[in-house]
């Protein structure tokens, strides 16, 4: 039953005392949070101070140079979010009914799905629901997270890790991820194959089984321990089973490196020299099939762990967001052979 009088009632916690927080928790000062919310720095003050009497809490530590939040402000921050994040959803789908339209989605995404995936499920989204506003970002599984507790996303697709309270989310897995060695077209080592593995970007399983590297070619990793390699960065899980790798196979892990995620800086310097690139398959297979890199026939043998769709579990999926993912696993089945299954049982497998 509603209680006719919780807390909040009781005690007019106003929105703007939640806008507030908020804004100094992203701003980390007084005065520009004032001015992100169009206040003066007095009144921000008061209204902050009336907030921490309320609650006989200290929300932010005063310091010479900004305010920092305390163990309780971290607390109200988080569930503050929530609730103006919910509240927009509700303006946006209240609005979206009003105008015969389904609202807004945001969807994040690590690589691999961001560019085989994705791109087809919102095109067939989009062909359904020309008035539905989608929204896609592009990063690592820990970034789309953390803006996934934070309202900022309503779907993502990436990896969950031992560090994720699973019981908060719902995970339904999709594929693992093969990983690739690439270099420039017309690189040394592709010449000293038999038949250069020429990416087609395939989409059936005879072509995906082509498109990793055969048991008898000529290139082990012994041959391309003393190469360059353009690698992730350390702390990676991709670097760790990188160096693992090798380590498995009694070589020592490649000290002639460069380290970095971005995707555009590796297909740039791949083209100006003769480095070897560690990739996921998906990514390799896009880029090569635009002739930008070329995939190297050697076995890599550090597959990456699954990925799958990730929701929120304390949270009620709007209609687009439901659309979303329900063209997320039709795509997905079609992709990697997934069965559709229900979203009852994928989500009690996901909480594993």
Request: proline share 7%; charged share 25%; glycine share 6%.
């Given at each position: ?50 907030l921490e009497e309320m609650l006989d809490a200290l929300l932010f530590e005063r310091m010479p140079r900004g305010m920092r939040p305390t163990l309780y402000g971290d607390a109200l921050i988080r569930h503050a979010r929530a609730v103006l ?42 062909r359904e629901h020309a008035s539905m506003r989608v929204s896609v970002e592009i990063d690592a599984s820990n970034v789309l997270l953390e803006h996934l507790a934070q309202e900022k996303l309503d779907v993502v697709l990436g990896r969950l ?61 012994a041959d391309v321990a003393r190469a360059t390699w353009v690698v992730p960065p350390v702390g990676s899980v991709l670097r760790h089973r990188f160096e693992l790798m090798f380590q498995r196979a009694s070589l020592a892990p490649p000290s ?97």
């Amino acid at each position: 039953m509603l209680d006719s009088s919780p807390w909040y009632v009781r005690t007019r916690l106003k929105t703007r005392q939640l806008l507030l927080v908020v804004a100094l928790a992203e701003e980390g000062n007084i005065h520009r949070a004032a001015a992100v919310l169009n206040m003066t720095q007095p009144a921000a003050s008061k209204l902050l101070r009336e907030l921490e009497e309320m609650l006989d809490a200290l929300l932010f530590e005063r310091m010479p140079r900004g305010m920092r939040p305390t163990l309780y402000g971290d607390a109200l921050i988080r569930h503050a979010r929530a609730v103006l994040g919910s509240l927009d959803q509700a303006q946006e789908e209240l609005a979206a009914l009003k105008a015969g339209r389904l609202g807004h989605v945001a969807v994040g995404a690590i690589t691999s799905p961001g560019v085989r995936v994705l791109p087809a499920a919102v095109a067939a989204v989009k062909r359904e629901h020309a008035s539905m506003r989608v929204s896609v970002e592009i990063d690592a599984s820990n970034v789309l997270l953390e803006h996934l507790a934070q309202e900022k996303l309503d779907v993502v697709l990436g990896r969950l890790s031992a560090e994720h309270d699973k019981l908060q989310l719902r995970y339904e897995p999709l594929t693992g991820e093969p990983v690739c060695a690439v270099v420039r077209p017309g690189h040394p080592l592709l010449e000293a194959a038999p038949s250069p593995l020429r990416e087609r970007a395939p989409a059936d399983a005879r072509a995906r089984t082509q498109a990793r590297v055969s048991a008898d070619t000529p290139l082990a990793l012994a041959d391309v321990a003393r190469a360059t390699w353009v690698v992730p960065p350390v702390g990676s899980v991709l670097r760790h089973r990188f160096e693992l790798m090798f380590q498995r196979a009694s070589l020592a892990p490649p000290s002639n490196v460069v380290e970095t995620p971005a995707l555009l800086f590796i297909t740039r310097v791949l083209e100006q020299s003769d480095m070897i690139a560690v990739l996921t398959e998906d990514v390799a297979r896009y880029y090569a099939a635009h002739g930008m890199v070329a995939v190297l026939p050697l076995p890599m043998d550090c597959q990456m762990d699954d990925f799958g769709i990730i929701t929120r579990a304390d949270r009620l999926l709007s209609p687009a967001a439901q659309i979303m993912i329900d063209v997320l696993r039709e795509v997905s089945g079609a992709i990697y052979g997934v069965p559709p299954g229900n979203t009852q049982d994928r989500g009690k497998r996901g909480t594993r």
